[in-house]
């Protein structure tokens, strides 16, 4: 085995964690959540990662209040449901694993009415094409009090997340939701102090760090999953990200998960490989949104070819402008791979398709070492999936998934 995917599988520290190696089980949408509460699925799902050997598995969009919420099934992080986040917890703990919650709120990218105020809001008023066909078609700007409110329900859900004993949490501002949309000069188009330069558009993630950090203490681990690009032209670009990087640093963060894409726009340019979109059309449930994605969805869920560490060259490019761990994330799908991103200093690995189709994936390393490669084919049904009774799962081990 090489000194780099040796050095892998060793533990390693996370500000004040220690993990008992570099590997991460990255955020992907479970869709275990019914009524918006952790279900039996959900415990599972990650007590296998830690069962599996991973050091760090992560809770997928864990929504900071409840018009932070995309749809009605995702968890918000609230008291009503602290026993069964202990649970989760004691779970992953009792396997040898640790586990962080992935902090996020929608914006105006949402299919999900809002409880006090008329419609969803982002950085500005736009139309909000996830909800056009579900009665919420355009998004609102937020104004003060919107800012003031949702930076003190990051903190509210980050105190929830350190009682109910998560080991660290990542902050979600990639991928087109409400930290992101601030972030992205495609998104934001306010003419305040959240707006036009990075540094203004950055004010209102640096102020939810800010609060997050005081909420949870100094030496509990905060990551951020930042986007390298949005994946379009007129979208943040890897220039703007690495200053945006360098920004969290000095604020800090204590690691960057990095990705791509958004979600609502360009959602292939993070998965790479086959379109779900087949899979996805018949488990809408909206039938003028099952229309619309049967007609146009190609546009935004194009087969895009996949190639082994899509996402390194940009990653390069934040590796030299920060010194803060770096997470890498994107197209690892073989033990060569792993010691190459080792070796270009990235201090972690995340994993998300690989693991979703074999959650033994770390203690086969150890044995396999070299010649490990990932039996993932990049379908991406995985995606579609998550619309399941039972949430997310690899349809490679479940070939009747979408019979």
Known sequence: MSPQLHGLLQPARLAGLELRNRLIKTATFEGMCPGGVPGEDLIRHHAAMARGGVGLTTVAYCGVSPDGLTFPDQMWMHAGIFPQLQRLTAVVHGEGGAISAQLAHCGYFSRNRPLNIPRPRG????????????????????????IGRTVAEYAAAASLVRDAGFDAIEIHMGHGYLLSQFISPALNHRRDAYGGSLDNR?????????????????????????????????????????????????????????????????????????SPLKQMVPLEKNPLQRTAMKWFGGASFPDLPFEELYFLELARQMRRTVDMPLVYLGGVASAEGMAQVADEGFEFLALGRALLHDPELPKRLQHEGETWRSACTHCNQCVASMGLPGGIRCVLNEPTAFA
């Open 202 to 274: 950055m004010r209102l993630p640096l102020q939810v760090l800010t609060a997050v950090r005081g909420a949870v203490g100094r030496d509990f681990p905060l990551l951020a999953k930042l986007n390298l690009s949005d994946g379009f032209k007129a979208g943040l670009q890897i220039e703007e990200a690495c200053q945006a990087a360098r920004l969290l640093e000095q604020a800090g963060l204590d690691a960057i998960v990095m990705s791509g894409g958004l979600v609502s726009r360009t959602p292939m340019f993070l998965f790479r490989g086959a």
């Open 123 to 146: 950085p500005s008023a736009c139309i909000n094409q996830y909800g056009l066909f579900s009665g919420i078609p355009v998004g609102g700007a937020m104004d003060a009090s919107d």
